[in-house]
């Protein structure tokens, strides 16, 4: 049931060395190509990451929060090209979910490390520096990358009573 992948979904920032099999690879590239876009146009590109010194690198391409990135077994960078599609940022989103949840059900963890409009210690453009990194065409922008492994930990999933019912609302809002 999907609903039991939710309920016990969290991020992993926390991987053991097993590599990702070529078997779980082709899984998750086939769901990244199986999420749907505005119009159809497909403006993404993804790029899979498995040389250990590249993840190094693309863990400090921001201040906080990408460190994970440097011992996880597979990092996908989310990018696309804008030119090609208004909305891209939402393609880009969904096919990061996608991809977030597809490894959860073949057993495997990940966390998203933004990298769109946030920068690293020195104030540069954690997408310029990912860019670099990754020597990406010009016409992309890069969205996050999804770190993915075999979790070392698995937290419990949120208990359904900490959920903010309250988030959900019916009709019109009284003023
Ligand atoms: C749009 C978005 C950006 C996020 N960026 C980061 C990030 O840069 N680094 C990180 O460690 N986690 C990041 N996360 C993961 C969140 O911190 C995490 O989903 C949230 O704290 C809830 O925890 P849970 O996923 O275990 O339920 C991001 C999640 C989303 C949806």
Same mark, same amino acid.
Request: glycine share 6%.
């Given at each position: 049931?999907?609903?039991?992948?939710?309920? $016990?979904?969290?991020?992993?920032? $926390?991987?053991?060395?097993?590599?990702?099999?070529?078997?779980?690879?082709? $899984?998750?590239?086939?769901?990244?190509?199986?999420?749907?876009?505005?119009?159809?146009?497909?403006?993404?590109?993804?790029?899979?990451?498995?040389?250990?010194?590249?993840?190094?690198?693309?863990?400090?391409?921001?201040?906080?929060?990408?460190?994970?990135?440097?011992?996880?077994?597979?990092?996908?960078?989310?990018?696309?090209?804008?030119?090609?599609?208004?909305?891209?940022?939402?393609?880009?989103?969904?096919?990061?979910?996608?991809?977030?949840?597809?490894?959860?059900?073949?057993?495997?963890?990940?966390?998203?490390?933004?990298?769109?409009?946030?920068?690293?210690? &020195?104030?540069?453009?954690?997408?310029? &520096?990912?860019?670099?990194?990754? &020597?990406?065409?010009?016409?992309?922008?890069?969205?996050?990358?999804?770190?993915?492994?075999?979790?070392?930990?698995?937290?419990?999933?949120?208990?359904?009573?900490?959920?903010?019912?309250?988030?959900?609302?019916? &009709?019109?809002?009284?003023?």
């Amino acid at each position: 049931m999907f609903i039991e992948l939710l309920q $016990q979904r969290r991020s992993i920032r $926390q991987f053991k060395s097993t590599a990702i099999t070529p078997e779980q690879l082709a $899984q998750l590239s086939e769901a990244l190509l199986r999420a749907p876009t505005s119009r159809g146009r497909n403006p993404w590109h993804f790029v899979i990451v498995d040389d250990p010194q590249l993840l190094t690198q693309l863990s400090k391409a921001k201040a906080h929060g990408a460190e994970f990135l440097a011992k996880a077994p597979l990092a996908v960078a989310i990018c696309a090209e804008p030119a090609v599609s208004d909305v891209w940022v939402e393609d880009c989103a969904i096919a990061a979910i996608i991809l977030q949840l597809t490894a959860e059900s073949l057993g495997l963890g990940s966390c998203w490390a933004q990298m769109r409009l946030r920068s690293d210690a &020195n104030g540069r453009s954690a997408e310029e &520096n990912v860019c670099e990194i990754l &020597n990406l065409p010009e016409a992309w922008s890069v969205d996050c990358i999804i770190g993915i492994g075999q979790p070392s930990q698995r937290p419990a999933g949120h208990p359904r009573a900490s959920l903010p019912d309250g988030k959900i609302h019916r &009709n019109r809002q009284p003023k």
